[in-house]
């Protein structure tokens, strides 16, 4: 889990530290969040904050990640749009479902 605020991740949990390769407990925290998604797939997570800004709930989605060394994988992710130190943002619940 992560939370994202104007595109930088101002909060990440353990488990997605070690999911993207970054050091625990804060390596994502501060860089932007489109550096860990595939190029391939940053039209289509565009898309996604604009879909999640609009509801309350959304299905969950496909995505190609990238970890800190570059390598890929394929998420599954849900998310919802909320409010962070008085800053719009998204919370992001993705899972590493390479092996799936």
Sequence with gaps: MFIHTG??????NTAA???FGTP????????KADDFVH???LELVARRRKEL???DT???VNIRRLRS???????RGAGCAITWDEEDGYLAVVRDITDE
């Design 24 to 31: 625990v407990p804060d390596g994502l925290v501060g860089r």
């Design 69 to 75: 060394d570059g390598t890929s994988f394929l998420s």
């Design 7 to 12: 595109g930088t991740i101002r909060y990440a």
């Design 53 to 55: 800004s609009e509801v």
């Design 17 to 19: 530290n070690r999911m």
């Design 39 to 41: 190029p391939d797939d």
């Design 58 to 60: 959304a299905p969950p």
